[in-house]
């Protein structure tokens, strides 16, 4: 739809393009917008990238009225006020650090403004005198940012968000917006129940990003993610280049193995200072620094457009957060790139970060599952876009969307196998170094090789999964990955007792799955 500034054109559209400079809206913005407007509580979640922020700043502008942002970020509403003020539209902020001439100054200006958006942490919602202060003022809308956070079965869940449902105790005739980049049908519903606003409507939005490539690569070993990252940057010379790590320590090893043969890199973790973090943010943000390596602490807030390139060195621990950190990639609607250079290792490494919460059972037992997500999401063999639409439940499904590296093997998009790992020779002297713990996978490797009969078995469970995702409305990943299928083509359980022998099944997939497969085994030569 695009939108004009001709008598034809609604207030809304007329709002965006005045006071935004905008002539269209973005996908599921203006639906998100007229449910707020109608005064009705929201749950929606648009990608990174979609144009969040626009979904609370124009119900100011339309309605004349206050509305009150809670964020995690000082530096991104800091941000956020200053582009609102570019456009004419009062904004302001408050958080830790300000003094009380500051924080006067925002009370002034908030007396002498109607539409206004006053920008606050979770933390200051907390407090009494807030309390007291938004139970006397005329308020449009609520709005909570990365409202992921809330819940204890997300990839963030931060204890001063959990005490967000004082907002709608205090004021219930306001309307509550919870917005996040990403979250699962669960994740969803706890955050409803979290904020008191479980009947709310839910929008949820774009997350298909065809300017993105998406790629997995299994790799043996460190070496070969090393000859796997470079390729990928020589194959971007140009724009940004994210690189996220599992830890602080291969994030600095990662970056100096780099610094001998790119320049302008650095990388960034919470275990820097302060005034080291935020120099590094900044060289970034003005490009004297093009290739970043990071930890997630480089995370939420960061909006640059002309990221090329998204690596993902080490994977990490759920679906979520390799979502969010792929979606920093092409915001400018150029091509981009998301690699996942992806290892047995990296399960292990996510496991020890599991063991070593304090979380309950029941949190913890989600977190394995989500990773054991990931992980079939690694291994799988179905469109990765499609997967990842039905994963969220997106308004938009596809079957295939040409620009993955399962849908498209031989892109142009796709990162090339490095030449290094083509030579035989090369190959074969490697392999005399290998531990033999390697050498043993490497063998079950080339023994799981299927034969005709095999493959023909094979490609009847992808079959039979691919129906069963559809009727399920889950992505097939979720029911099995890849390797799974491979094992019952090897093996050939005829017996539900013999399931629990094959890779990937438990008492619950056997359960759940079991008569069903052995059912088509029998049927298979």
């Known amino acids: 739809m695009t939108i004009t500034t001709d008598r034809t054109s609604s207030p809304l559209e007329h709002h965006l393009h005045s006071h935004f400079g905008l002539k269209e809206f973005r996908r599921g913005q203006k639906e998100i917008?007229?449910?707020?407007?109608?005064?009705?509580?929201?749950?929606?979640i648009l990608p990174t990238g979609g144009g969040k922020s626009l979904c609370y700043q124009l119900p100011a502008v339309v309605k004349q009225q206050l509305v009150i942002v809670i964020s995690p970020l000082i530096a991104l509403m800091k941000d956020q006020v200053f582009s609102l003020r570019e456009k004419g539209i009062p904004a302001a902020c408050l958080y830790s650090g300000q003094t009380e001439e500051e924080r006067r100054e925002v009370f002034r200006t908030l007396q002498t403004s109607t539409a206004f958006v006053l920008y606050l942490s979770?933390?200051?919602?907390?407090?009494e005198g807030f309390h007291q202060w938004i139970q006397k003022r005329q308020i449009a809308l609520f709005a909570v940012d990365e409202a992921h956070c809330v819940s204890q079965w997300g990839h963030d869940f931060r204890e001063e968000y959990a005490q967000l449902s004082i907002l709608k105790k205090l004021r219930p005739d306001v309307p509550l917006l919870a917005l996040t980049a990403s979250a699962t049908p669960n994740v969803l519903n706890d955050i409803g129940k979290q904020l008191q606003i479980s009947k709310a409507e839910k929008h949820v939005h774009g997350f298909y990003r065809p300017n993105l490539f998406y790629q997995v690569v299994t790799c043996a070993d460190d070496e070969e993610k090393q000859h796997y990252l470079k390729q990928a940057l020589h194959h971007f010379p140009q724009g940004r280049i994210l690189i996220y790590c599992g830890t602080r320590k291969i994030t600095a090893e990662v970056s100096e193995y780099l610094s001998d043969s790119f320049s302008n890199v650095s990388f960034y973790h919470a275990g820097l200072s302060t005034k080291e973090r935020t120099e590094r943010q900044e060289a970034y943000a003005?490009?004297?620094?093009?290739?970043?390596?990071?930890?997630?602490?480089?995370?939420?807030?960061?909006?640059?457009?002309?990221?090329r390139l998204v690596v993902h060195y080490q994977m990490p621990g759920n679906i979520d957060s390799l979502y969010q950190e792929m979606g920093r990639a092409g915001r400018d609607g150029h091509d981009s790139t998301c690699l996942l250079l992806y290892s047995k290792k990296d399960k292990g490494l996510q496991s020890f970060f599991i063991q070593q919460a304090t979380a309950a059972y029941e949190i913890k037992q989600t977190r394995w599952n989500t990773l054991d997500a990931l992980v079939n999401y690694c291994e799988g063999g179905e469109c990765r876009h499609a997967e990842i639409l039905t994963y969220y439940r997106d308004s938009q499904r596809i079957t295939s969307c040409g620009h993955c590296d399962t849908c498209a093997p031989v892109s142009e998009r796709k990162i090339p196998q490095p030449e290094f790992l083509q030579k035989t020779d090369v190959a074969v002297e490697k392999s005399k170094t290998l531990s033999k713990?390697?050498?043993?996978?490497?063998?079950?490797?080339?023994?799981?090789?299927?034969?005709?009969?095999?493959?023909?078995?094979?490609?009847?469970?992808?079959?039979?999964?691919?129906?069963?995702?559809?009727?399920?409305?889950t992505p097939a990943f979720i029911i099995f990955s890849d390797k799974t299928l491979r094992d019952l083509a090897a093996k050939k359980p005829t017996e539900i007792d013999a399931l629990q022998y094959v890779y990937g099944f438990g008492p619950a997939k056997i359960s759940q799955f079991g008569e069903e497969i052995v059912e088509i085994l029998r049927g298979c030569p």
Request: aromatic share 6%; charged share 35%.
């Open 33 to 44: 917008i007229t449910s707020v407007l109608k005064g009705k509580d929201v749950m929606a």
């Open 122 to 127: 979770p933390e200051r919602a907390q407090k």
């Open 437 to 473: 713990k390697t050498q043993t996978q490497k063998k079950k490797e080339l023994l799981s090789e299927l034969n005709d009969e095999q493959t023909w078995r094979f490609d009847q469970l992808r079959a039979w999964r691919k129906a069963k995702s559809q009727e399920l409305d």
């Open 286 to 307: 003005r490009g004297e620094t093009r290739i970043l390596v990071a930890t997630n602490a480089f995370g939420m807030g960061i909006d640059h457009p002309d990221v």
